[in-house]
């Protein structure tokens, strides 16, 4: 049966046939109220928002299915974090879907404060005819000094550097090598940064030490004559102070797109001409809001299909760099754990994870996570991820544990995991790297997992590989890939065969019936 998934704000019409083309059962119901919304979010398996759909405690606790919650942008105050992470939900946003346009219109601000482009232009729409009244200044040579050097902030560096401007820079997450990179001088301490400034642009999250970060003290050293432009969230600006220093003459103009309380209609700011306030358009491009619903749809889509959803926001944060050296070990763990459930028939009691080789300095919390999801996520008893992962183990009443050797038997890297009765291996080589099993059993092996695969333990002899390709022709079913198992001082051979193909339990019945000295066989779907 298909994944339901309920879009409860509206989105672009390109996310939506995102969502239908990877098959899942898709219901628009935007404008519903809480108490709507609790009402019938128990059948539904993903859930994708926008701003206005308010994800409380209340609605996430009546969503027993509920396995992603994704929110097409980039905040995520309107989601309950705590609460869906303690249910074992994964919430992702689209974190990539608005910076161009950010960048652009922070841009867009810092020109119109400076050659007083709306002040222009309201006074021609007002039959006036003064242009000595809108004297500007030139961006060419004036200091800009970006706060949050992250992806937006990296883009208005790279746009102001075009204008000819000197950037320096303060972000206490920013690598040097990065700023140089960009052609930004950054700083340590931003009272150092605020008396260079010409034009100040912000482009971080609201946080506890982002709030209130600009006050009387701030602004009182800043330059004369500054302009300050703001496209990031509200409360990083005390508006009042802020007030107060435009009346002075200290500020030369702002541009605000984010104010205090919002939706609002009266701030502070109102009463200066030279102050432009927008009502939050910095995202309100037809390109970005495409992005968003297009970029949401994949990683929802992602997450119910068992995959890793690169921006889930309760998860282990993990650099992009990190996750190009070991990010595909995460989705082949978790094919690992699909593996073993259907080999174990049941949730295993323990579970013991080895990274080894290069992978050995890898976070194992995260790599547990996943095992663990591939494992509980087949027996559709709930979503895992690395805050929750030890806690959902314990649930389940599996004992699980990790480790990490420099030794990966010969391999750049591989993760082991065991469980009850079982172990199996894998590494990643090739062009496209994809996950190899390397070892099952303990029996060593060089096979690329199908979506199909039958695995069969028997003790070794003559014949038994054409008599089992024999019964497989008969019913149809062709062989794709196929690798035999041996280990030193054992009779017995472990087959794996990678098959395409109706394979039914008649069929499995026939082929346990007609190998001799079988031990085990097992039909495995990925």
């Known amino acids: 049966m298909a994944h339901k998934v309920l879009v409860s704000d509206e989105i672009d019409a390109a996310g939506i046939s995102v969502l239908k083309t990877r098959g899942l059962d898709v219901d628009l119901k935007p404008g519903l109220t809480e108490d709507e919304l609790v009402q019938c979010i128990a059948s539904y398996d993903g859930l994708i928002v926008r701003s206005r759909t308010q994800v409380t405690r209340r609605v996430i606790e009546a969503a027993d299915k509920l396995k992603v919650i994704g929110r097409a942008g980039v905040s995520i105050d309107n989601i309950d ?165 435009i009346a002075a003459g200290k500020i030369r103009a702002v541009g605000f797109d984010v104010l205090e309380g919002e939706p609002v209609s009266e701030s502070p700011l109102h009463e200066f001409d030279n102050a432009i306030v927008t009502p939050h358009i910095g995202a309100a491009t037809v390109e970005a809001q495409r992005r968003a619903g297009v970029q949401i749809a994949t990683f929802v889509a992602q997450g119910l299909a068992g995959s890793i959803v690169p921006t889930a926001v309760n998860m282990s944060n993990v650099p992009p760099e990190v996750m190009d050296k070991y990010g595909q070990y995460l989705t082949a763990c978790q094919m690992m754990g699909k593996i073993l459930l259907q080999l174990e028939e049941d949730v295993p009691r323990k579970l ?83 996950a190899r099993i390397i070892s099952l059993f303990g029996y060593s092996f060089d096979i690329e997992p199908a979506a199909q695969s039958l695995i069969m333990k028997y003790v070794d002899a003559p014949g038994r590989i054409g008599m089992i390709g024999t019964i497989l022709g008969n019913a149809g079913v062709n062989i794709t890939t196929m690798q035999i198992g041996k280990r030193e001082g054992c009779e017995s051979a472990v087959v794996y065969l990678n098959i395409e193909g109706e394979v039914d339990e008649e069929l499995v019945e026939e082929l346990r019936a007609a190998i001799p000295d079988l031990e085990n066989l097992w039909l495995v779907k990925l």
């Open 352 to 434: 013991a994870l080895t990274a080894s080789g290069t992978l050995s300095s890898a976070d194992t919390s995260t790599l547990l996570a996943s095992a663990l999801k591939g494992i509980l996520a087949y027996k559709n008893v709930g979503a895992v991820i690395s805050q929750n992962a030890a806690s959902v183990a314990q649930r389940h009443g599996i004992e699980a544990t990790t480790a990490s050797q420099v030794n990966s038997a010969g391999y750049d890297s591989m993760v082991k995991i065991e469980t009850d009765d079982y172990s199996i291996a894998c590494t990643l080589y090739g062009t496209d790297r994809p």
């Open 81 to 245: 974090l705590e609460a869906a992470t303690d249910r074992g939900i994964v919430v992702c946003n689209a974190p990539n879907s608005n910076i161009m346009s950010a960048a652009e219109y922070a841009m867009a601000l810092i020109l119109s404060a400076a050659r007083n482009v709306p002040q222009a232009n309201a006074s021609m729409h007002a039959g006036e005819w003064n242009p000595s009244a809108f004297m500007g200044c030139e961006l060419y040579e004036k200091t800009l000094a970006i706060f949050g050097l992250g992806r937006v902030g990296g883009l208005v560096a790279q746009r102001a550097a075009a204008f000819g401007m000197n950037l320096v820079a303060y972000d206490p997450y920013c690598s040097r090598d990065r700023a140089a990179t960009l052609g930004v001088e950054l700083y340590e301490d931003m009272d150092d940064m605020l008396p260079l400034a010409d034009f100040i642009t912000v482009h971080m999250p609201k946080t506890a030490e982002t709030a209130d970060m600009f006050g009387p003290e701030q602004f009182a050293a800043m330059k004369d004559g500054v302009v300050i432009v703001n496209v990031a969230r509200d409360g990083i600006f005390n508006e009042k102070s802020l007030a107060d220093f």
